[in-house]
């Protein structure tokens, strides 16, 4: 891809002081720092880095996905392929993926641990991959009705973005695409479930190899981001989706110094924040997608987490 758009590899590895065989021999790993600098080094070796995210998304093909990627595109629809691609995320850095579907839209959201400080236009290619995806596999000329970055580019890049997307991109806490819900159930025509199965043994091998050294609080934030939208919030649902019983799940949480309550009521205001201030989803929808039966429930701990309303915290995001 990196020759697709007319960067010579070569000099992106010199600038970024890596391995010149790193392109060329199968089973390398970088540490995040080193991701980074290769990074920058397209950039730098880019005509114009603000737009490298679009350059990408326009070369996109079958033939350049890894195996997580393109194990998503076997997926029915951009609904089941998010849910996947979440999961199977950090297989590829240590960027989360989000995904909040609700009846009239699907919102993905992505964000980097708070000690990251990574280039504006690595986020902006995660944007820009989404919507490039949905096109390939649907063949169809697939439009976001939201885009949101935390940082807008001038007005000539952003026009550029925006010929792209079919959308202007609008400011706000983080970086998100928005579907609605008739694009993100489009099928795929390159579903094939008897791929998937080919490929999900060896994605689950993977991650749990990676979870290994992962402590507990970070696997249950995993679980949570996949059990709360179905209304499963409880240490035994956690537990089971980890394959452990609840009390040793309690107790490694205890060895770190967390809580599961802890753990849930902080990955339950994160999400909250994000859906207000990425989405037009109301605050009931939000309550059900956090697995709130009630959402007076949902009111009630938004302002002990925030001290504040979801429609205060909505109104300072737009």
Known sequence: MIRDIGVNPDNVLRRAGLPKDLFT????????EQFFALWEGIEAESDNALLLPLELGRVISLEAFDVPLFAATCSPNLNVAARRFALHKKLIGPQRLSVSQAPTETVLGFDWPDDLSPPWTVSATELVFWVALARLTTRAQIRPIRATVAELPDSEVADAYREYLGV????GPGYSVVF??????RPFLTANDAMWEFFEPELRRRLSELEEATSTEERVRAALLELLPAGQASTTAVARELAMSSRTLQRRLRDEGKTFQGILDETRESLAVHYLSASDMAPAEISFLLGYEDPRSFYRAFSSWTGKTPQV???AAS
Not at 168 to 171: A, C, E, L, V
Not at 180 to 185: F, I, K, L, R, W
């Open 168 to 171: 202007s991109m609008t400011k």
């Open 313 to 315: 915290v909505r109104a």
């Open 25 to 32: 021999t199968s089973g390398q790993q970088i540490t995040i």
């Open 180 to 185: 609605t819900a008739e694009d993100a159930s």
